[in-house]
């Protein structure tokens, strides 16, 4: 059922650092521009980062712009999100998603065709 599997986040102090994978155990990677959404508790899901299907573009959220650096590895089947600086309102269940659609990652989650199960990640102050 679950096709993205989303690894890697924790508990962090503010200004660390973690990198979060989105491994595809049932899709071939390549061939979706793939993003990263969050959502904190009473908070609508946002989007944070957007790569292309060869990773030549990407795209980030004006909150994390700066911070945050998504990143693909296609030959090994996986996305990543790398996070610097890391805020406490960076705090939320992070998600990788899929789109079969766009070459180039939409930041709307509408145009997103497969989602993991998410990621916590918590930064405390």
């Known amino acids: 059922q679950v096709q993205l599997v989303e690894s890697g986040g924790g508990l962090v102090q503010a200004g660390g650092s973690l990198r979060l994978s989105c491994a595809a155990p049932g899709l071939t990677l390549r061939t979706y521009a793939m993003a990263w959404f969050r959502q904190a508790p009473g908070k609508e899901r946002e989007f944070v980062a957007g790569i292309s299907r060869s990773g030549g573009s990407t795209s980030y959220a004006d909150s994390v712009k700066g911070r945050f650096t998504i990143s693909r590895d296609n030959a090994k089947n996986t996305v990543y999100l790398q996070m610097n600086s890391l805020k406490p309102e960076d705090t939320a269940v992070y998600y990788c998603?899929?789109?079969?659609?766009?070459?180039?990652?939409?930041?709307?989650?509408?145009?997103?065709?497969?989602w993991g199960q998410g990621t916590q990640v918590t930064v405390s102050s």
């Open positions: 998603a899929a789109d079969a659609t766009y070459i180039i990652a939409s930041d709307r989650e509408t145009s997103y065709d497969y």
